[in-house]
């Protein structure tokens, strides 16, 4: 009973999350971002501003997270799903592109919001951070290393990469944003991704060789 009433708490969470991230973006396309308070999301999403704060520490946050969603787990299992034969490097750079690059992620009325406001452009590139430490933690799995400072060390520049390349994309894409409110995409940011993330690939290659001497 213990189990299922945690299993009941994370799910009831989990949906006050997705409603207050969820009404955070809707208020502020309709209305923008300037004009919507941290209460009038809570009143949204059905919650006091007090709940709110247990989520979120600003609107910003609120908004850019109706857009990232829990990419940084879909992050981590994408890397911990990939198949043995394939080297880690590989798996750490697709799942990082497939998941920053998914259909929809984020959408052109969103993205034409992020990048045309400074506050949220830097809340967008702060969610990088969220990626370490379930990343650390696949990593960690595929090399069955005993010692945890290496997955940490590889998972943090992992993200540092991502960050780099985000904020690359986010500024060349706000400099195209029109004053028609169109929002022409600059650059690829799947090139930019692999083009970050190529220096450490010789790292997680050597790690995971590391580990398999050790095993052997």
Request: no cysteine; proline share 5%.
């Given at each position: 009973m213990t189990t299922r009433r945690a299993g009941l708490r994370e799910q009831k969470k989990q949906a006050t999350r997705e409603a207050l991230r969820t009404a955070a973006l809707r208020l502020a396309l309709e209305r923008g971002p300037d004009?919507?308070?941290?209460?009038?999301?809570?009143?949204?999403?059905?919650?006091?501003?007090?709940?709110?704060?247990?989520?979120f520490s600003s609107r910003e946050q609120a908004i850019v997270a109706a857009v990232t969603g829990e990419r940084e787990a879909r992050v981590a299992a994408a890397v911990a799903g990939r198949p043995a034969g394939v080297g880690l490097a590989d798996a750490v750079i697709e799942a990082i592109v497939d998941q920053y690059t998914a259909p929809g992620e984020p959408g052109r009325d969103a993205l034409l919001l992020i990048t045309t406001r400074p506050m949220l452009r830097d809340a967008f590139v702060e969610t990088t951070g969220a990626i370490e430490h379930p990343l650390t933690d696949a990593i960690a799995e595929r090399l069955g290393d005993a010692d945890p400072h290496t997955a940490r060390v590889l998972a943090a520049s992992v993200a540092a990469a991502v960050r780099v390349a985000l904020e690359q994309w986010l500024q060349t894409t706000a400099a195209s944003a029109t004053a028609g409110g169109l929002v022409v995409l600059s650059g690829s940011l799947p090139d930019l991704l692999r083009g970050a993330l190529a220096p450490l690939a010789p790292a997680l290659d050597a790690a995971e060789e590391r580990a398999r001497r050790q095993a052997s």
């Open positions: 004009n919507v308070r941290v209460d009038d999301i809570a009143e949204a999403a059905g919650v006091s501003p007090r709940t709110y704060n247990n989520y």
